[in-house]
């Protein structure tokens, strides 16, 4: 072996050593020896011994690809090399993000109820980091294929993705607030990043910068499924914001519910509702909720959504294959009108939004998680001191009343709330 492997093998050995409670071997033993000595467990101390790393270097440290290729070969004829690669990659970043010193959270909701509001204002909060919109990016692959495992370079190719929907909805109906990318930016709105622009903004006043430094880190990230690779995300944000907890929040997570309790089962859960006739009344007046409708729509009667979703990635569908009633939706025919006319029934909405208050209501049923702060929309507008020193108190903040005071003037109570604010 090389050097540089033997020098890493010769690190790891004692520590599977320990984490196995395995004897000691004899200093004439080559450390190659004892790596294979270590591993040489049966299915029972193998799983024990992937727990144990877990507990100490976090989720990421998986053994669990290692284990499933025991079912077809002894375990002990894997490539060493792979396994002493793999191990030291999961030490370099699993040990170099840790977990933040606080409970984190997660703010599950139907979207148009208030999240970004809430998003904000937990923001202001100096030892918090408040993350918007990340799980929103790979909501897809955590719903449809939570075990499937990504390479770091394929999750950050994901994240990295030029966001095609911003030009469209640009075109169509003007920038939506929540895409937060500065005008001077690095990149041209129609090339920007999907992470740069909603995600980063939200957590950096130099969201470029940060961008370039999680393009050096995030592609060395191990394979692990999706969620895994969010949670480690979350943590490093959080190290180089130098802050205690992170608390995310992604528009429509309630559709994404039970992924998420099973991938953050410590994780504080706030739980967001609002009216939904006002949350439906609300999506319909919001140009992506509309654009929503009509990706569903394109999907039962075509097969086929031209839009893909947020990240843009639509398959091209032959005008001759749609239905006439529907050309005018097509990418390069859609007009703010139509998109209105379309996209702006809400019937749609409320049962878009029934469903996703079921799904989320059912999780919560069968997850059960530990920690649970429910929140209505209306109760935050009526009563914004109150329920944000509730919220801040459930969060850990260490001044909860004094974060509350702070913000709670930029609360709008529902009485002054123009028709139409979401």
């Known amino acids: 072996m090389s050097t540089d492997r033997t020098a890493i093998l010769g690190g790891l050995a004692p520590l599977l050593r320990s984490l196995s409670d395995s004897p000691g071997h004899g200093e004439d033993v080559t450390e190659e020896t004892r790596l294979l000595a270590d591993l040489k467990l049966g299915s029972t101390g ?39 690669e793999y191990l030291a990659g999961v030490l370099d970043t699993a ?11 997660i703010i ?21 980091l408040s993350v918007s919109e990340l799980s929103l990016i790979i909501r897809p692959f ?34 939506p607030a929540e895409f937060r990318y500065p005008e001077n930016g690095r990149y041209d709105w129609t090339e920007v990043p999907t992470i740069l622009a909603m995600t980063l903004p939200s ?27 969010h949670r480690m995300l979350l943590n490093l944000l959080t190290q180089l914001a130098s802050r205690r907890r992170w608390v995310e929040r992604s528009g429509g997570s309630s559709v994404a519910a039970e992924q998420l309790l099973e991938e953050f089962p410590e994780a504080r859960i706030v739980y967001l509702t609002r009216d939904v006739a006002d949350t439906a009344r609300s999506m319909s007046r919001h140009p992506a909720s509309q654009l929503d409708v009509v990706s569903r729509e394109f999907l039962m009667r075509c097969g086929i959504d031209p839009y893909g979703g947020w990240l843009g990635l639509g398959k091209p569908l032959d005008i001759s294959e749609v239905p006439e009633d529907m050309r005018h ?36 049923a069968t997850k059960k998680p ?10 935050l507008q009526d009563r914004p001191y109150d329920e944000l020193a ?9 001044d909860p009343s004094g974060w509350a005071v702070a913000v709670a003037g930029k609360v709008r109570h529902r009485a002054a709330t123009p028709a139409g604010h979401p």
């Open 370 to 379: 530990k920690h649970v702060h429910r929140i209505r929309y209306e109760d």
């Open 95 to 105: 040990g170099a993000h840790p977990s933040p010193p606080d409970p984190c959270a």
């Open 46 to 84: 193998l799983l024990n011994l992937s727990g144990r790393v877990q507990t100490r270097f976090g989720a990421a440290a998986s053994l669990v690809r290692f284990y499933a290729e025991r079912e077809h070969r002894p375990f002990t004829d894997l490539r060493v090399g792979e396994i002493v």
């Open 203 to 229: 957590v950096s006043a130099d969201p470029d910068h940060l961008f370039s430094v999680l393009a050096e880190k995030v592609p060395r990230f191990p394979a692990q499924p999706t969620g895994a690779h």
């Open 329 to 364: 939706l097509m990418p390069d025919q859609l007009t703010a009108a139509g998109l209105r006319e379309f996209g702006g029934n809400i019937s749609h909405h409320e049962a878009t939004c029934v469903e996703a208050m079921r799904t989320a209501e059912r999780a919560l």
């Open 142 to 175: 955590m719903v449809l294929a939570p075990r499937t495992e990504l390479s770091g370079d394929w999750y950050w190719a994901i994240l990295s993705h030029p966001f095609r929907r911003g030009p469209l909805m640009a075109r169509v109906a003007g920038r």
């Open 390 to 398: 509730k919220l801040g108190e459930f969060l850990g903040f260490r």
């Open 108 to 128: 599950i909701s139907t979207g148009r109820c208030g999240s970004t509001l809430l998003s904000d204002l937990i923001s202001e909060e100096p030892e918090t």
